[in-house]
């Protein structure tokens, strides 16, 4: 089983608003993955977990805060967002972090912030 | 990462082979060359990777030039489900470490 779930699949927030998305995976991977994509344009990633920890941080602002409160689970913490922050907001996960393991995918969480 | 460069587009007719370029001549020893595929608004599908030999699984084929400078993934029988964005990444370890860095990828478009 490859599957990433990611919840929800739609969101829509105000710019006052708190919101968190989450993602889910058991497949027993010690490195997930948030990654941003806008309209007509490829992922970019954002934050790097490996083993419930914070590894890397693609100068993300502060907004978004992610968590990791076990080996399978990852949340985005949303607070204050702008307009231009509404996107496809994807979830991955390795076994590993590194360039010999390959990346697995949830759906996306289609967020519109108005 | 190195860079890479693949065309914006392609075609392929169903049932025939699909066969997309990718050039990294940048590419360094210890640099993998990954696939991956995005299907209009779902997430990106892993495809196939390799270091130094060609590679081969249920989904494709990845043929690495010698001097690594180039690669092709292969889609053997595209069907119409093979419609989609696909992604070559080079991706190193090092300070980049797990960081998959996407360009623009090939819209490969495959006709009945």
């Known amino acids: 089983d490859t599957e990433v779930t990611q919840t929800p699949k739609h969101l829509v927030m105000g710019m006052t608003n708190k919101k968190s998305l989450k993602c889910e995976q058991h497949?027993?991977?010690?490195?997930m993955y948030w990654y941003k994509q806008k309209a007509k344009k490829p992922p970019e990633l954002m934050f790097v977990y490996s083993y419930e920890k914070l590894s890397i941080n693609e100068s993300v602002p502060s907004r978004f805060s992610p968590e990791c409160p076990n080996s399978s689970l990852l949340n985005l913490h949303l607070h204050a967002l702008q307009p231009e922050d509404s996107a496809l907001y994807l979830c991955a996960s390795s076994q590993g972090q590194g360039a010999i393991y390959e990346q697995y995918f949830g759906p996306g969480t289609r967020l519109t912030v108005t | 990462d190195a860079k890479t460069t693949q065309p914006t587009s392609m075609d392929c007719a169903e049932g025939r082979a699909a066969n997309l370029p990718c050039n990294h001549s940048?590419?360094?020893?210890?640099?993998?060359v990954y696939w991956y595929r995005q299907i209009h608004s779902q997430g990106p599908q892993y495809i196939i990777h390799?270091?130094?030999n060609n590679e081969t699984n249920e989904m494709a084929s990845l043929i690495i030039t010698e001097d690594r400078k180039s690669s092709t993934l292969i889609l053997p029988h595209a069907t119409l489900r093979d419609t989609a964005v696909y992604y070559c990444?080079?991706?190193?370890?090092?300070?980049?470490?797990?960081?998959?860095?996407f360009g623009q990828g090939t819209i490969l478009t495959v006709h009945p």
């Open positions: 497949m027993g991977h010690r490195a």
């Open positions: 990444i080079v991706h190193a370890g090092g300070t980049s470490y797990g960081k998959l860095t």
């Open positions: 390799g270091l130094k």
């Open positions: 940048t590419i360094s020893g210890n640099e993998y």
